[in-house]
């Protein structure tokens, strides 16, 4: 059995490293939609990244590099990855070379002396090798680690982040006050690529963009990995076997018992009734929450005489 502070660093660890890969994605596609003079994507990326309210009037190259680099933000992609390497230090023993060094270098760079004139001088080259170094790191971790508890517990920290951002990215676009600016096709790709599903989305719906087919492709796809039902179906599997593989439902551990009931919820859904209201966006965001919280009282914050043998 894992020691519960080894497995609250890797999840945690996986936790960051999504949340740092997500947002440095929302700040390219919010650039990008400034050199197309697209304000609704600009205000939709602004909204998933859960910015201030005073933001909504700031300069968006401003707002891109708060996102990145604002060590005072606890959201930042600086602030994330500053914790993912906190917590990969921790349980250092736990994790290859490769992904150490791959962390540790993508973090020396963003705390450089240098990192600030580099994402002035071409933000979405910065962005670009930021996110190739996750996917590195991500590779790494896939490649060459062992894939055992410690893994397991790092994919589901890494699968319940998305799950969530996905989730809230969904809730921002199409909201029902603002979803009109979805109407629009340049808004739509951009939406497309926050999720990085820009080019899954047209090899299954050709160059058919429309709001409906975006959010069942980003909310049901069951093949797209960043979808939330894949995304889901995949933290269910991690909690499955982590707990006891086989074992009757009612033996199941709590966190398993309720992201299979999530997953069984996404995938009995009635699209007409996710596209009109926002009910199961938010049930999908709480209940990732709820997870979190099991998580948490299963496998770190359990009673001692729990573990101990009879």
Known sequence: MMLARVADSLYWLGRYIERAEHHCRLADVMLAAVLDGNDAAVGL???????????????????????????????????????????????????????????????LRLHSASADRAFNRSPASFLHGVVADLHLFKGAVDATMSHGEGWRFLLLGIYLERGQLIARLLKACFDEERGAALDDHMTQMAVLRMGCALEPYLRVYTAEIQPRLVLQFLLFDQEFPRSVRFSIRAMEEQLRNLGRPGAPSAQRSLPERLAARLSGRLEFADLDEAFALAPLLNAVVQECAAIHDAVYETFVRYPLEQRLPA
Request: no cysteine.
């Open 45 to 107: 990326a602004r909204r998933a990244a859960a910015a201030p309210e005073a933001g909504e009037n700031a300069d968006p190259f401003v707002s891109a590099h708060a996102l990145i680099l604002d060590g005072a933000d606890p959201g930042s992609v600086i602030s994330s990855l500053s914790r993912a390497r906190e917590n990969a230090r921790q349980v250092r023993d736990q994790i290859t070379t490769e992904t150490w060094e791959r962390l540790n270098s993508l973090y």
